[in-house]
């Protein structure tokens, strides 16, 4: 049971290039996020979704855009990648609002 | 604002008790978590509370005072492989998860 499956796990961009991390969950979730995490700060919301075909703004949603064309697959994309998106990104799982989340290994992004 | 506090970094000794607090301030509430991260790795489900009082899980047990605007977690016998940020969470009226920045927890032998 592979859980939740982020693509790619690295990546070195140098500003102005875009990318997408793909987010992958065989748990049959409703509902999915995408998540930042920067030294000394919580977890940052950024976009997420609560069905297929759904998505909705989180806390720092500019500079992203994101899908969810098939209910398994969730995609983070960075238009025009900054320095300042520099991070760690975690996507999460959970099948109910107030349930447990399921995480990805996590992507580390560096933008140059 | 809606804010979550939690100390940054605590030490505890190899077989000891620790207890990690969370005080938070949001609007509304509809649960706090729990979280277990150790470095390099994703965070982990450890402890849901929604109503007052204590919810013991081997030897983790998470508290809360919803009056307070409080919680805790305990960790009891501790292990070397208990180090790790603890990432407390309260989901607010929206169903939105408010995370505090995480408490680093160093075991020492």
């Known amino acids: 049971n592979a859980g939740v499956t982020q693509t790619p796990k690295f990546r070195v961009l140098k500003t102005g290039q875009s990318m997408t991390l793909l987010c992958a969950q065989d748990m049959n979730h409703e509902y999915m996020y995408w998540y930042r995490q920067d030294p000394g700060m919580g977890l940052r919301l950024i976009h997420y979704s609560v069905g297929e075909g759904t998505t909705a703004k989180g806390e720092v949603p500019d500079g992203y855009n994101v899908s969810r064309l098939k209910k398994q697959n969730f995609l983070l994309g960075l238009e025009s990648a900054a320095p300042s998106q520099t991070s760690v990104y975690f996507c999460?799982?959970?099948?109910?609002?107030?349930?447990?989340?399921?995480f990805g290994e996590g992507s580390r992004l560096t933008v140059l | 604002g809606q804010n979550i506090d939690q100390p940054t970094e605590m030490t505890a000794t190899e077989g000891a008790i620790v207890q990690i607090n969370c005080t938070y301030q949001t609007s509304g509430f509809n649960g706090l978590f729990w979280y277990q991260q150790h470095a390099g790795e994703a965070p982990t489900f450890l402890s849901y509370n929604v109503l007052d009082g204590l919810e013991e899980k081997g030897r983790f047990s998470s508290f809360l005072s919803r009056s307070k605007g409080y919680s805790y977690l305990l960790l009891k016998e501790l292990q070397m492989k208990d180090s790790a940020s603890y990432l407390c969470?309260?989901?607010?009226?929206?169903?939105?998860?408010?995370w505090g920045a995480g408490t680093k927890l160093i075991i020492k032998p």
């Open positions: 969470a309260v989901m607010d009226s929206n169903y939105q998860l408010i």
């Open positions: 999460a799982s959970t099948q109910l609002d107030t349930g447990e989340l399921f």
